[in-house]
């Protein structure tokens, strides 16, 4: 395996996933496919999410309070570029800290967030595959984590697979649920964790319906050979989705579940059972992100 001017690429044919930290990379035949989460970007209105962010750094403004000479500078920095660019406002940093902990409070608060989030949802992980040794985390991550843990064993019957790369050779896509479940109630349910306490857009759920689209044409398949290079050295091959997907792919899901973790609501789910609406939604979404990828060639 080699990587040039950090472009990944794969010497193996077939379906081949590459896990490298935080970025995870789909190949088909030694291409790089699309990801699942990069096609739904072109979809879904963010405007919550754009109203928090002004929101805190303006009350992030007001609890700082104004510096002295600011509106000076501020004037002087839009006569030179003409509005608030990003260089503009990286000038405005320069002279004034303040601004810039007010301007980047959001990322501040999100990314901090995100970061206890991964641990918890990797806690959660583990104890779904029965590896759960809580001693090796973070307190805080242990509680973020428990009102999953307390969820998963009063409703949940039995796990199908946890983080199982898919892909889908018609669309030329790849992605990886969080995980599948039977709940008590008797529900085949593909799910996916957020540790958030709201979503703005009904993404999530076309994505659920993208994956599950994805496990139904992988077990129709007999000829692709799959390889899974995981971040800790490990290797797994097979040769062909349907015995990488094993009894998975015989499974008739009845739908899917985002389950919202906030850390004070305890667990938020979300229950979809519109598959065919939602699939359609997913593959418009891919005309658009096509669209807009071939736009001007």
């Not at 959001?106 to 809580?134: I, P």
């Not at 957020?194 to 992988?218: G, L, T, V």
Request: charged content about 25%; proline content about 4%.
């Amino acid at each position: 395996m080699k990587y040039t001017k950090n472009i990944p690429t794969t010497e193996y044919s077939g379906f081949v996933y590459q896990e490298k930290g935080n970025r995870h990379n789909y190949f088909l035949d030694k291409v790089l496919m699309t990801g699942v989460t990069t096609v739904l970007k072109v979809a879904g209105d963010t405007g919550g999410l754009q109203v928090w962010y002004g929101n805190l750094a303006a009350a992030k403004a007001f609890l700082t309070g104004t510096p002295d000479g600011f509106k000076e500078n501020y004037e002087k920095v839009i006569e030179k570029f003409g509005k608030l660019t990003t260089e503009a406002a990286r000038e405005l940093d320069k002279l004034h800290p303040q601004f810039k902990e007010a301007r980047l409070a959001a990322m501040a608060v999100r990314d901090d967030a995100a970061d206890t989030g991964k641990e918890a949802h990797a806690l959660c992980e583990n104890f779904e595959r029965g590896q759960l040794d809580v001693f090796k985390y973070d307190p805080e991550v242990v509680k973020r984590a428990q009102p999953y843990l307390d969820w998963f064993e009063q409703n949940i019957e039995k796990t199908y697979f946890v983080e199982k790369p898919v892909f889908s050779r018609s669309l030329f896509i790849g992605g990886t649920p969080d995980g599948g479940f039977l709940t008590k109630d008797g529900k085949n349910l593909i799910n996916d964790k957020k540790f958030k306490n709201s979503i703005f857009s009904p993404q999530p759920h076309w994505q659920q319906a993208a994956y599950r689209m994805f496990i139904e044409e992988m077990a129709q398949d007999t000829t692709t050979p799959i390889r899974l290079e995981w971040d800790d050295g490990r290797i797994e091959e097979y040769k062909n989705p349907q015995e990488y997907l094993g009894s998975l792919g015989g499974i008739k899901w009845d739908g899917s579940v985002i389950l919202l973790l906030d850390g004070k609501n305890g667990v938020q789910p979300m229950f979809r059972y519109a598959y065919d609406q939602d699939k359609n939604s997913f593959l418009a979404a891919v005309t658009i992100y096509r669209d807009l990828q071939s736009f001007g060639k």
